[in-house]
């Protein structure tokens, strides 16, 4: 009752850097100048070097219901086309440099945009 639950579909796009990602986690994630938190994603996947992947099970993230119901009051009067997207994922895995394989950690910070779902069309 104090908050939702939403499942989100992921597309990870191609990248020149190979390797096996063993995890990720999530840090200040925020969509629409709100936090949200998302949970660890642990399924294991190969970075993609060629097309886009869709990972196989959504990511899981839960937005307080006071903050929702802020946003979608805020919404009505000052409807954006596109929300904001903000955060760090930390990548866990194994990455090739040359003929060696590192096992670390990397951090990747997202400032993307998304096109607003409650904007009418």
Known sequence: PLGITLEIPVVVSPVKQKGHVDFLVFEKMKVNDTSV???EYHRAFDLPNKKPLTLKE???FYVYLPNAIMVAMDDLTNTAKEWPITGIVYVFGKFNRSVFRFKRVIPVEINLT???PLHDK
Do not use: V, W
Request: glycine residues 0%.
């Open 58 to 60: 959504p990511l899981r």
């Open 37 to 39: 938190e998302i949970d």
């Open 114 to 116: 998304t096109p607003n």
